[in-house]
């Protein structure tokens, strides 16, 4: 049988962002709990959550961020809902970096809006609540319910760069969508804010940039400012127009990291002296990080009020 243990909170970690689950357990007072992972030669994954450790009726926290592998991590957070679920019926979702959060349209006929089915997947696996940090969309934090809360690391990100000296420095939304959380770092920097025009083929993914305001960014330190970075291609792009339009040196502040298929050097061939992100994404070399931890205890605090 399983012995039970009552404590404030206790937080599961599904090992693709265990640091910043141990920092929320401390933060939090409560008990952290690094699921058992086993992965078999097909690729299957069996997760435990070992006796002795199982809370009951208490308050069950599952931190994973959805990163490369995207489907086996989305997979364990689903195993470890609705494991706890077993246990105590206030089960929390922190899932830092909400992978999938793109797909929050029927950008073509026939395409399927990916952030609904997660949303219905998350809350039937048993999480009423959920934290995400800098979603994608407005749109998309609806497709995952009523008790989803988003928090932002862009104030975070403003900081450590207010504390750079920087020559005249801009904020730059790389397009319309992210104006508003560039907007949020201007405003957090006390520096002004360029929002460029982005338009993407949707069939070849084709992207061309342009700006209203040619000649703004002349000698000045710009920081491209975006949710994340997958591939690179829309920093690289962004960082190529500005050089072109003689901006000084390239920051970029993102929440998510992910940098696969080695964006880290076209970004850095493209001209990009620093990435400053988050710790949603663990371990990743090439980008300096600011915590987070702070803003999701802030979320879970509020939501049990
Ligand atoms: C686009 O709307 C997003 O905010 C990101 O700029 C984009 O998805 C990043 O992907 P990648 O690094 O592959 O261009």
């Known amino acids: ?8 909170a206790c937080v599961i970690s599904g090992g693709s962002v265990d640091a910043l689950a141990k920092r929320i357990a401390d933060g939090l007072g409560g008990m952290l709990i690094r699921a058992e992972v086993r992965v078999f030669a097909d690729g299957e994954s069996k997760l435990r959550l070992r006796e002795g ?19 086996t991590n989305l997979l364990r957070v689903l195993c470890l809902i609705s494991k706890a679920r077993e246990y105590t019926q206030d089960v929390t979702a922190v899932i830092p970096y909400m992978g999938y959060a793109r797909q929050d349209s029927e950008f073509l006929p026939g395409e399927i809006i990916t952030m609904k089915v997660l949303g219905k997947l998350i809350r039937e696996a048993g999480a009423a609540k959920v934290v995400v940090v800098d979603i994608h969309s407005a749109k998309g934090l609806e497709l995952l319910g009523a008790e989803a809360t988003n928090v932002s ?15 005249n420095p801009v904020a730059i ?10 907007g949020l770092f201007a405003s957090n920097m006390g520096c002004s804010l360029i929002v460029l025009e982005k338009s993407r083929d949707r069939r070849t993914g084709a992207v ?3 700006t209203k305001e040619a000649g ?3 000698g000045r330190d710009v920081i491209i400012v975006d949710d994340m970075i997958s591939t690179g291609g829309s920093i690289v792009k962004a960082a190529e127009f500005l050089k072109g339009q003689n901006s000084n040196r390239i920051f970029v502040a993102c929440t998510h990291a992910l940098l696969v298929d080695g964006a880290e050097d076209k970004i850095t061939k493209a001209g990009v002296e620093k990435i400053v992100s ?3 994404i663990q371990d990743r070399a090439g980008s300096e990080t600011v915590d987070v931890s702070g803003e999701i205890i802030g979320a879970l605090n509020r939501q049990q009020t």
């Open 1 to 8: 049988m399983a012995k039970e243990i009552t404590t404030t």
């Open 216 to 218: 703004a960014v002349r």
């Open 153 to 167: 690391a862009v104030p975070a990100l403003a900081r450590r760069f207010a504390g750079m000296r920087l020559e």
């Open 278 to 280: 988050a710790n949603t």
């Open 53 to 71: 450790e199982i809370v009951k009726g208490g308050r069950a926290v599952i931190v994973q961020s959805l990163y490369p592998p995207v489907d």
């Open 173 to 182: 939304s790389p397009d319309k969508g992210g104006s508003e959380r560039a």
């Open 208 to 210: 061309n940039i342009t």
